[in-house]
């Protein structure tokens, strides 16, 4: 599993963007474990990371979504980190420490992403190599117009499923990207 310090040193901030990073201080009231508040203050997350993730709302606070947006109390569990290009909710879930999204267009059904913050940033490095080896085959704009090679999209469902074996399972986050790079 990826540190903290690991995801500083392998997100390249010139060619992908700022890291945004949470006050260890304004995490110490939760009731979050001590590696998940060290991960949000020392790693951070990358402002708007690929696959058309964004992070930047969720910098000024971290609350949960209920204090946020206006929705029923069952979803205090959820505490929004940022949102998908979709503009799905991602959420750490408060007890579990796992990563979802919350489906806005399915009642905001609960859909997994991984099973902890620090395989979800993990997770974010490999998707941003693959892209930039694909980059490197197909030209500049291999991501942009889905002109990934096969080979490429198999390397990155087994270094995903390496990472979080939960991660690439149907109908899961990772498993939705994969299966578009194949479209």
Known sequence: MILPEEFNQNWDVSKNGPLLKFSYEGLKNTSFSDELKQFLSIGGLPE???PYLEFTSSQSSFKPITSVFDMPEEY?????LGSTGSGDPICIVENKESIVF????DDYKEVFINSSLNQFAE???????????AIEINGEDAFIDNDIPESLINWLKEQLERVDSNCIKEGCFWDIEIESLYE
């Open 48 to 50: 708007t990371p690929p």
């Open 76 to 80: 205090q569990k959820y505490w929004l």
């Open 102 to 105: 919350l489906n806005n267009g």
């Open 123 to 133: 997770c974010i490095l490999l998707f941003s190599e693959m892209i930039d080896k």
